[in-house]
């Protein structure tokens, strides 16, 4: 079985697991979160969902991503001022936007390890890693700011 299929098999058997219906539209979701590149919006989810199984509506889809975040199959992040977008739980990383271009680069989480601890330690705050993105300016950005003094 490929890596898709095995993703594909523990979404099932959680969805499964927690008593839940699977109905076609919920595989649907679930075979194009896992087929997805990056980070798609519920309207690019609903798009894709639809090339493969025209009657589904978009309410439809954003219940069934609201029952997966339940079920943590899912997380959205906010990369900046649109739409929040998806992706599988197993892949979260945290999320660097860059506030001139709107480049969004992923991280592991572990970078986020040391304030993690220091806000625990400090105001007894624990930090959520991949929900909003770290905004800057990318390294290309900064160089093109540069050449402009
Ligand atoms: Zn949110
Ligand atoms: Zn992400
Ligand atoms: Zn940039």
């Given amino acids: 079985m490929d890596e898709h299929g095995e993703d ?23 075979e194009v979160l896992v087929a997805a590149p990056g980070h798609l919006t519920a309207d690019e989810l609903t798009r894709a969902v639809q090339d493969r199984q025209p009657d589904v509506s978009p309410s439809t889809v954003y219940r069934i991503l609201e029952e997966f975040e339940e079920l943590s199959i899912v997380v959205h992040a906010h990369l900046d001022q649109h ?28 970078h986020f390890d040391a304030l993690d601890k220091d806000l625990q330690r400090t105001f007894g705050f624990a930090l959520n890693r991949h929900h909003t993105a770290i905004t800057g300016a990318c ?3 900064q160089s093109l700011r540069r050449q402009r003094h």
């Avoid at 099932?12 to 595989?27: C, D, M, N």
């Avoid at 999320?95 to 991280?107: P, Q």
């Fill in 8 to 30: 594909l098999e523990v979404i099932v058997s959680t969805i499964r697991g927690a008593g839940k219906r699977l109905t076609t539209a919920k595989r649907t979701v679930a």
């Fill in 83 to 110: 739409a929040a977008v998806y992706h599988l739980a197993g892949t979260v990383h945290g999320h660097l936007t860059c506030e001139e271009c709107g480049a969004t680069f992923e991280i592991p989480a572990s």
């Fill in 139 to 141: 390294a290309r950005c």
